[in-house]
């Protein structure tokens, strides 16, 4: 039986009210603004558009402004956003090599073509918090050194001339990409379709995933072969036109973990691949995607699966930070009768326990 | 007749003038526009309206395509008087910015307006981006890492 109870639309109303000053804040102090957050706190907004998996640096910033800093209820609330626009089509896949490189580095290669460019990085910052910038002071303009433009080829380019290296990732040739946006997850799971929900899955359980990778747990002993951060072309073919058109850029970060390999039965010893390639400059989720990616193709590498990392339906059904937050918070709302339920159950069964040890007293008695 | 290589051409500059129009900022755009003071007479066929398009990559960077995310997308469709229907897409939500573009793209069919349009719109916003993209390069080259070698020991 289903019972509506009604009740607390005014409690609510007045929490969403309560809910809106305390984002708020101090009223004294100016109310922050979008584009602040878009350019000042850009990192977090590039991880809301990557797991949120919309590009769209002014709708992620309202949504890490309306969830008040709360990363997981900003992907929320862009996802939600998402599935109100109508689809106009799929692009053609963007060229990273031909990317306006804003870093650049390979931990396998010193001397690569290009060079390594460390960009606007974090490494190498001692992690000690600095007091100048609790205050106003503005920061020295960067710097700046006129080049010669230089070809910056991925370095599994480089590795595959030697035939050294597994190739960049085939399916067949007529196969139409995955979208697990479209069609319901079912496993096994083509490659493609896992890299989606790597793409857009949650970076703290595929950074946890790829580390115990590392520990041992699936071990298979990558190398940062490249990472590239920078903006790439978005074209799209379009009906009503015979050529296709640039839509602008968007900002990537790619890795290629380059992995040992003692090769099986049908593959000779080589070195093998993951791939991350995610929205923004989010080079430890990009990082920690290569590394599942890498594990997850135990399978078609004739590698025993032993670890967690490695089993497609376990990480890939709970790498959805949307999905997980859904399901463990739903645990909130009212579940009054399903717990009443419960508590005439274990009532009773409390009930018959307590008759079963009297009888068994009574046994014991009648035994002496 | 126009001869194939000359349609090619044609069409690699319509191209080319799209792609500016994409990546041009909508203030940019639209101060732009207003100054050249060309004609607005047009019909709106389509839009302008925002939605979405599925980003592909592909797998180790060569390989076979996969969806790796959604953008939106704005497109507006116009047709002019005279009967030139112009069309734009751009990323994000800038309609007033689309809308102009979609006008751009119908009047550049007409050869009156051609050099107008390239002098006092493309021109500008090509050399704007041109500089804007030397300059992140700059920056970018100024962060590369000279290597040298330290000789160590006797000889």
């Given amino acids: 039986m289903y019972v509506a109870v009604k009740g607390g639309e005014a409690a609510i109303q007045n929490a969403h009210r309560l809910l809106a000053d305390r984002r708020r804040g101090d009223r004294n102090l100016p109310s922050i603004t979008l584009e602040q957050i878009a350019s000042q706190l850009s990192l977090a907004v590039d991880r809301v558009m990557s797991e949120g998996s919309l590009y769209d640096t002014g709708l992620a910033a309202l949504a890490v402004k309306q969830a008040r800093g709360d990363m997981i209820e900003a992907i929320f609330l862009l996802r939600a956003y998402r599935t109100t626009l109508p689809r106009f089509g799929y692009t053609r896949p963007v060229d990273t090599a031909a990317m306006l490189v804003e870093r650049r580095v390979s931990a396998t290669y010193k001397d690569l073509p290009g060079g390594q460019l460390l960009g606007p990085t974090f490494d190498y910052t001692h992690r000690l918090l600095d007091p100048e910038l609790a205050e106003d002071a503005e920061p020295a303009t960067p710097e700046a050194r006129s080049e010669a433009e230089e070809a910056m080829p991925r370095v599994s380019d480089i590795l595959a001339n030697e035939g050294l290296i597994e190739e960049d990732g085939s399916l067949p040739e007529d196969r139409e990409p995955g979208d697990i946006t479209r069609e319901p997850p079912e496993f096994p799971m083509e490659r493609d379709q896992r890299l989606q929900a790597l793409s857009r899955g949650d970076e703290g359980f595929l950074l946890a995933l790829g580390y115990s990778t590392q520990r041992g747990y699936g071990r298979n002993h990558p190398f940062a072969g490249e990472i590239r951060i920078g903006e790439v072309e978005v074209e799209i073919d379009v009906p009503e036109l015979d050529f296709p058109l640039t839509l602008g850029r968007i900002r990537v970060t790619e890795c290629q973990m380059v992995n040992q390999f003692k090769g099986s039965k049908k593959v000779p010893p080589q070195f093998t691949r993951g791939y991350g390639l995610v929205f923004g400059q989010s080079e430890r989720k990009a990082m920690a995607m290569s590394l599942c990616d890498r594990a997850l193709r135990a399978g078609e590498l004739d590698e025993d699966i032993t670890a967690p990392a490695q089993d497609e339906e376990f990480v890939i059904s709970h790498c959805d930070n949307v999905q997980a937050t859904g399901f463990v918070e739903h645990l909130k709302l009212p579940h009054y009768v399903d717990f009443q339920a419960e508590l005439g159950l274990v009532r009773q069964m409390r009930r018959e326990y307590e008759e079963g040890q009297k009888d068994k007293v009574t046994m014991a008695e009648a035994a002496e | ?155």
């Fill in chain 2, 1 to 155: 007749m126009v001869s194939r290589q000359e349609r090619q051409a044609l069409t690699e500059q319509r191209r080319e003038a799209m792609a500016i129009l994409a990546m041009a900022g909508g203030s940019e755009l639209l101060a732009l526009w207003k100054e050249a003071g060309l004609p607005e007479d047009a019909k709106t066929l389509r839009g302008p309206e925002t939605g979405l398009v599925t980003v592909r990559g592909r797998m180790g960077g060569g390989g076979a395509p996969f969806n790796f995310g959604e953008a939106t997308v704005t497109r507006a469709t116009v047709k002019l008087p005279s009967g030139e229907v112009g069309h734009a897409y751009a990323l994000g939500r800038e309609k007033m910015k689309v809308r102009v573009a979609a006008l751009i793209d119908a009047l550049r069919q007409k050869p009156d307006f051609q050099d107008q349009i390239e002098e006092k719109i493309l021109a500008p916003l090509r050399a704007r981006q041109t500089e804007a993209d030397a300059q992140r390069r700059a920056e970018t080259a100024a962060t590369k890492v000279d290597f040298f070698t330290m000789v160590r020991g006797e000889d």
